[in-house]
C-alpha cells in the first residue's frame, strides 16, 4: 500500500501541546535527564555477580534517607532540610533543593534483597544486591555415553569396539 506524505498528518493540536507544556512545567515537573524533578539521580548497573544502585544525595544526612524494598520495587526516600534559613536575606537565585523526595524503581528478580549492603558517602548512596544462588550459572556433569554413571571406564586388552564408518579389516579404501 502507498501512503501519501502529509505533512500536517501527524502533528499535535494546539491544545494537546498546551496540555503536554502545562503538564510537564507544573504538574510533573522533570529534571534534563527525565526523572521527577526534586527526586535523587540514580545509576543502576551489574558489575560481577553483584547489581549496584547509587543515588545521588548531596547535602542530605544519612539519617534523613529512607530505603525500602517491597515486591522487588526499590523506594528511597529522604527530606532535606534548610539549616540556614534567613529572612531577611532577598534570594536572587536559590537552587539549593529543600523538601521531601521519592524515587521507586523496579529491581530484576534475579537478586538477593535480603543480603543488600548500604554505604552512604561523599553523598552518594550505594546498594549492592548479590546475585541469589538460584540465579547463579551451574555446571551440569555429563556422562560419558553408554555407560552408567559412577561406574569407571574399562577396556579390555586387544580389541576395542568402534562407532562410526570406519573400513573393515583386509578392505583397501577405493580412489
Do not use: W
Amino acid at each position: 500500500m502507498i501512503e501519501r506524505y502529509d505533512p500536517f498528518g501527524r502533528a499535535m493540536s494546539l491544545r494537546q501541546m498546551m496540555d503536554s507544556l502545562l503538564s510537564d512545567a507544573f504538574v510533573m515537573p522533570r529534571d534534563a535527564q527525565g526523572a521527577p524533578a526534586g527526586s535523587a539521580q540514580l545509576n543502576m548497573y551489574e558489575e560481577g555477580d553483584t547489581l549496584v544502585v547509587e543515588a545521588g544525595l548531596p547535602g542530605i544526612k544519612p539519617e534523613d534517607i529512607d530505603v525500602n524494598v517491597e515486591r522487588g520495587m526499590l523506594t528511597i526516600r529522604g527530606e532535606s532540610k534548610s539549616e540556614n534559613e534567613h529572612k531577611e536575606r532577598n534570594y536572587l537565585v536559590r537552587e539549593q533543593r529543600t523538601g521531601s523526595f521519592s524515587r521507586m524503581i523496579r529491581l530484576p528478580e534475579t537478586y538477593d534483597v535480603d543480603a543488600c549492603q548500604a554505604k552512604f558517602e561523599d553523598g552518594v548512596l550505594r546498594l549492592t544486591f548479590p546475585k541469589s544462588e538460584q540465579a547463579k550459572p551451574r555446571r551440569i556433569q555429563i556422562s560419558g555415553g553408554g555407560q552408567q554413571p559412577g561406574q569407571p571406564q574399562t577396556s579390555s586388552g586387544g580389541a576395542q569396539s568402534q562407532t562410526g564408518t570406519s573400513a573393515t579389516a583386509g578392505s583397501a579404501p577405493s580412489r
